[in-house]
């Protein structure tokens, strides 16, 4: 994230696994968080969200452009996001999203029947429809890029970044992978926090994917 665009997340410095216990630390630069309601002086959230939905994603090692996955895993809560890579969008949708985490609730709360007939159902229903390679985007497709995951009010906040006299918002705990930009508004829109102009902003530099008609479809789709 940091890399696509700087000033959505201050600069990560070091990470690595802890020795002395099971677990992994981050260290980043210093952010002063801001409570006295200061206008932002740099880009908006909007503004620094368009610019990291409108980079593409790294291209992994063996292919020849981005691809939807990730290198690691990353958990979204105390769900772990699969590490598998597709160069299709509805495959990775389905197989890494959809049937892992239904596997992962019938790991921990036993096999629902009805579940798993529910989830075929939207694999085959809208998702088949919505997400279909050379539907969604149109003949040229969608491109991989960066999402923060798990981005809702509660994992960003507004400070300076130490160093910089810039106040703006920025944001943290991420569930990141490479994916449509649209997924990001699965849990973004979920939970609230995020007014009308932010919408509004955001997609005047990033118009929504086509067919631009089903974009609600899809958002409540990636909120699943």
Known sequence: MHTACP???PTPLAHGNLTSSIGCFLVTEFLDRDNTGKPSTGLSLAQKLAQLHATPASIPEGYASPVFGFPAV???GPTPQ???YST???DFFVEYRMRTILHECEVKQGLDHELRYWVEKTIAGPIHHLLADGHLGGSSGITP???HGNLWN???M???IWGTEEVGDVVFDPSSSW?????EMGILTLFGGFSAGFFQEYHRLLPKTSPAHEYEDRVGLYQL
């Open 74 to 76: 990353t958990y979204c």
């Open 7 to 9: 000033s959505v997340t």
């Open 179 to 183: 994916c449509h930009s649209e997924f």
């Open 145 to 147: 890029v960066t999402v």
């Open 158 to 160: 507004r400070g300076t």
């Open 82 to 84: 699969s590490k598998k």
């Open 88 to 90: 299709s969008w509805h």
């Open 154 to 156: 509660g994992n960003k």
